[in-house]
C-alpha cells in the first residue's frame, strides 16, 4: 500500500549501462577485412571460395542483425 516502487532500480540492474566502446569500429575493420578476403579469392581465380565468403558473411550480419 504504502512501499516504495523499485522498479527503476531492478530496471539498472537487468540492463546495466552501456560501456564505452570503439563506437562498432572494431565490427566495421572485421567487415572490411573480410569483404577485401573474399574479393581478393575471387581476383586471385578461386571464384567459388570468394563468392561463398561473402555469401555467409551476408548471412551472418543478417542473422546478427535480425537477432538471432
Known amino acids: ?3 516504495p516502487d523499485d522498479f527503476g532500480l531492478w530496471e539498472r540492474e537487468l ?3 552501456p560501456e564505452d566502446g570503439d563506437g562498432g569500429r572494431g565490427l566495421l ?3 572490411v577485412v573480410i569483404v ?7 581476383v586471385l581465380g ?8 561473402l555469401v555467409l558473411a551476408g548471412l551472418i550480419v543478417v542473422l546478427w ?4
Open 1 to 3: 500500500m504504502g512501499a
Open 15 to 17: 540492463r546495466p549501462e
Open 29 to 31: 575493420r572485421a567487415a
Open 36 to 42: 577485401f578476403g573474399c574479393v581478393l579469392a575471387i
Open 46 to 53: 578461386d571464384v567459388a571460395l570468394g563468392v561463398a565468403g
Open 65 to 68: 542483425r535480425a537477432g538471432l
